[in-house]
């Protein structure tokens, strides 16, 4: 067993790997930083508001934000209405998308309420005319040889033909109700089957029903099924739960997918795309990317050491007050610090150090200058304590 290269459209990616859209969370800065590491194949934007976008929203240019280096790219709407959900998918064509994404798995209200996300997992129907719908859209606006090179970030680019549209991804649940899954009723292998046959050239499930939300565990056997469904068509990314690289690993050989996707680890482990590549390449599982531009070729990546972490932070806040300015950059490292300071602490003689007051310090930071300073000092041995009370993930998983 050896996962082909994934291909999405014109755009073979470097890895089978793929960061995921966590609304808040995967933005230009921390994208940017997983990509610096290695082994990420795709990255996506969080979802994105078609209307936003077409009104030009602050909120939304920052958050469809992307440049040469973050590439690919995939953009991610969420939304019901077919035209509306078609101009955004041009929008993303023309500021830089590599690969447009259809949410159609978030549970949240907001979101469902006005019968997007993972809604459209009760009205197959409607789910397949707006995928059907931007295939026609990203159809009439095709990107040429020179635009896919830059797009792709690979000068050398020699697409088939001159003209090729930006492909478009879905990313779905198992389906709603836990009810239906479990009587074997779960939307999903039909839904994949029926996106593939209106031109959606991958799909990601998420191995959850909208019902769990975030509860329980991974339901391989969910993703599994939609891969035997499709058989073959179009590649099917699992996601859910992967936080080491066996975990990836696992998925695979449960479910037969193609990828994997990884959302939460990353925000603790910016480092695991590296880490779980060059475990699959181990495993015998991932093909060698030795002909691609962005291919890792570490097939034993040293454990990254407590500076190399720390300077990963760094980055981020750094990253982020250039994109999005200092008041963002202070916000974002106040609620991530819980999440980098998951891999923080190990010491060499196998003990752990306390963080508390190294997030503490952090929280309480008033200025750049002050989350700098916290950070010197954690590296210079001080905000360690004896011990230390790991909390569960920081972020609700909504
Ligand atoms: C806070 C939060 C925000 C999320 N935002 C999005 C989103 O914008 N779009 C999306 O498709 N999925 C979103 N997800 C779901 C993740 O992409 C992913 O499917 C899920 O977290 C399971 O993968 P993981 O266990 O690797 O995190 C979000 C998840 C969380 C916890």
Known sequence: MQLSPLQLGPVRLATNLLLAPIAGYCDLAFRTVCREWGGVGLACTDLLSPQGLLRGTATSLDLARTNDFDKPVGMQLYGSDPDIMAEGARWAVEHGATVVDINMGCPVDKVTKKDGGSKLLTDLSRAVGIAERIVRELEK???SADDWARRIGDPAFTPQSPRIPVPLTCKIRLCWHTADFEAGR??????????????????????????????????????????????GCIPIIGNGDVREPAD??????????????????????????????????RAGLGSPSSEHPDAVETLSPLPPTDEQKIATIRRYFELAREYRGDHYAMTQITRRVSWFSKRLGFNPDGTRSGLKPFKEAIRLARSPVEVHTALNRYLAGELRAGCDVQTEDAIPAS
């Open 186 to 231: 779960a939307c999903s292998p039909r839904l994949a089957r029926m996106l593939a046959e209106v031109g959606v050239v991958a799909v990601t499930v998420h191995g959850r029903t909208t019902e769990d939300k975030f509860a329980g565990t991974v339901r391989h056997d969910g993703i599994a099924r939609v891969v035997e469904a499709v058989d």
């Open 248 to 281: 990836a690993e696992a998925m695979i050989r449960a479910t037969g997918c193609s990828g994997v996707m990884i959302g939460r680890g990353a925000l603790s482990t910016p480092w695991l795309f590296r880490d779980t590549w060059a475990h699959l390449r």
């Open 141 to 143: 606006c095709p990107l």
